[in-house]
């Protein structure tokens, strides 16, 4: 049974929306503790009507727990888990440590949900800019084989948690005030600039963020021959990453299809009336949790390739609402037993 719950990082820009997510779908269980480091540790949450102290995260906090979500940086996920999971807990975790290992599914709800029974105690949830990709991809997979695709993201100061929602308002209000900022999470001003390095240099002139794009869509379609060339940008926006997708597939598939395929698709709105100025925007798909496509139209300079702009907010579907999905399946699945 899974109804004793511990949601890890729980201060975090992430964990704040798992505990408000749990919330609003009215997730099942019986006891839930919020964990966090020694900084936060005894500061007070709310959930549910109900008080709760920010226990500090240790060893020990897993005995009696069933699902934990983990929301931390990569070196606490590392730690972490593996406690965890010795307890007998099934972690459901956000961060990049865990996603490539053997024996991880990696786990995207609308893409590969029947990975997830293969976890032996451990389940990754994707990167925010991989998620909402392989979200669009998987109709047009399905309909006609992708063998390529090109990306270019814009992505939100959000991204980088909590200061780097920081870095946009309060460099912005420097730099119009006219005095100096010392940013938390960028090596460059944000605010009234684009940054088009994401994560740190990896392969072949490509960053970490671009490579987990590569590796990341390989794994959840369980196929290393779909080709992934990535940019990563860091964009003036505060939330919701923006994303060019073009895709090459075997068969042609036309812009009409296209759409018929994305509407019909789970977790996915089709905004789309170029002519009336309406395709998805960061300011309007915040706090949602569907990946919106727009702008579906042929690309011109490849035979059977298609191109389209897709918008998803990176802490609900990138990041929370895939968590939350993935302890849903894994409620469901049990019941289902
Ligand atoms: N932001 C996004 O769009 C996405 C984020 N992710 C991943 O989710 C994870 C969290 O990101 P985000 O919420 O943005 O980050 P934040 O920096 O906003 O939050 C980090 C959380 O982890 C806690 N934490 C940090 N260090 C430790 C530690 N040593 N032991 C216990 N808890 C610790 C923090 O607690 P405290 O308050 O005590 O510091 C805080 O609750 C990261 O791995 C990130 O890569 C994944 C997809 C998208
Ligand atoms: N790096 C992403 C968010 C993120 O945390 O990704 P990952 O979980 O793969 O480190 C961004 O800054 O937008």
Redesign the pocket.
């Known amino acids: 049974m899974y109804e004793n719950l511990a949601i890890?990082?729980?201060?975090?820009?992430?964990?704040?929306?798992i505990r408000q997510l749990l919330e609003e779908r009215k997730f099942p269980y019986k006891t839930i503790k919020f964990?966090?480091?020694?900084?936060?540790?005894g500061?007070e949450i709310t959930f549910n009507g109900t008080t709760h102290t920010?226990e500090?995260?240790t060893p020990e906090s897993f005995e009696g727990v069933d699902i934990a979500i983990?929301?931390?940086?990569?070196?606490?996920?590392a730690?972490?888990a593996p406690w965890a999971v010795k307890a007998g807990c099934v972690v459901i975790?956000?961060?990049?440590?865990w996603r490539m290992k053997e024996d991880v599914p990696l786990v995207v709800p609308e893409v590969n949900p029947e990975a997830v029974h293969n976890h032996k105690g451990i389940i990754s949830?994707?990167?925010?800019s991989t998620?909402q990709m392989v979200v669009a991809m998987k109709p047009l997979h399905e309909a006609g084989k992708i063998k390529r695709v090109v990306v270019s993201t814009y992505?939100?100061t959000?991204?980088?948690?909590?200061?780097?929602e920081e870095d946009l308002i309060n460099g912005a209000k420097a730099v119009l005030n006219g005095d100096t900022y010392q940013n938390k999470a960028f090596a460059h001003q944000i605010a009234f600039n684009l940054i088009p390095q994401i994560g740190s240099e990896k392969y072949e002139g490509y960053t970490s963020e671009e490579m987990k794009m590569v590796y990341e869509t390989q794994k959840i379609f369980g196929d290393d021959s779909i080709k992934v060339c990535p940019t990563c940008v860091r964009v003036p926006v505060t939330n919701c990453?923006s994303e060019t997708i073009m895709v090459e597939t075997e068969r042609p598939i036309s812009p009409a299809e296209a759409r018929e395929l994305f509407e019909k698709a789970e977790g996915i709105t089709v905004v789309d009336n170029l002519g009336a100025g309406e395709y998805p925007m960061p300011k309007d798909c915040s706090n949602k949790n569907d990946v919106f496509i727009g702008r579906i139209r042929k690309d011109l300079s490849c035979e059977n390739g298609l191109t389209f702009w897709c918008v998803s907010d990176?802490?609900r579907k990138?990041?929370?609402t895939?968590a939350v999905q993935i302890a849903e399946l894994l409620v469901r699945t049990q019941a289902a037993v």
């Open positions: 890890v990082g729980a201060t975090g820009a992430v964990g704040r929306l964990l966090a480091s020694k900084r936060s540790a500061t920010v500090e995260l983990g929301s931390t940086p990569d070196e606490a996920a730690e972490f975790d956000e961060s990049g440590y949830s994707p990167n925010c998620t992505q939100a959000s991204g980088a948690g909590v200061v780097g990453h990176n802490l990138g990041a929370a895939n």
